[in-house]
């Protein structure tokens, strides 16, 4: 399943693609590196479609846990100052995204958004020790009655130029759905009750809308 973010680049991918094959097969005649360079272009295809690729995700959804917001590898648990919204000490979780990794953003948890806004930065190094401050950004809080507020961060990176984010001021959501989408890798911190049960290690491999990052009673 393609997701909405990528209708119109695939689209214009599909155009060049068939340009490129066709300018390939009238104006190169040696024929293995016509074969080559076709299979350049279709690999380029590919990449593309697999990269906005939005699979069905079927997550056991439960009040009591905080999902995933996306796919990757968990590179950073530890307690630090908050200083957008909590203004205090929360458990940060980040979750880094390679090329490779499906980049839709979900909602970590089910409930009320109260908050969402917006932050124009630099594109540092997903994993630069200053890009949770300074990068493009996206801030979102979702509250409900078993976790409080926990607040997810969509981070750009050196390569992501786009960030997507859907959750509006008031809109009652559901744990698991589609929340935005980070165009080409990035990395989302969440920050957690600092007495949250966290259920994940650094460097594991975590799925979006599946994998439990942590639970309360």
Known sequence: MLHKEGHKIVMIAIAVVVIAIMSID?????????????????????????FFRNPKRIGQLHDHHVLSPVDGKVVV????????FFKDKRIQVSVFMSPINVHVTRYPIGGKVVFSKYHPGKFLVAWHPKASEEN???????????????????IAGALAKRIVNYAQVDEEIQQGADSGFIKFGSRVDLFLPLDADIKVTLNQKVKGGMSVIAETK
């Open 26 to 50: 009238y104006f190169v005649t040696i024929s293995w590196l016509r074969t080559s360079l076709m299979l350049v272009v279709i690999a380029f295809f590919l990449i593309i479609l697999q």
């Open 77 to 84: 648990i530890e307690e630090v100052f908050e200083k957008e």
């Open 136 to 154: 493009e950004r996206t801030t979102v809080v979702v509250e409900n009655k078993f976790f409080g507020q926990v607040l997810y961060r969509q």
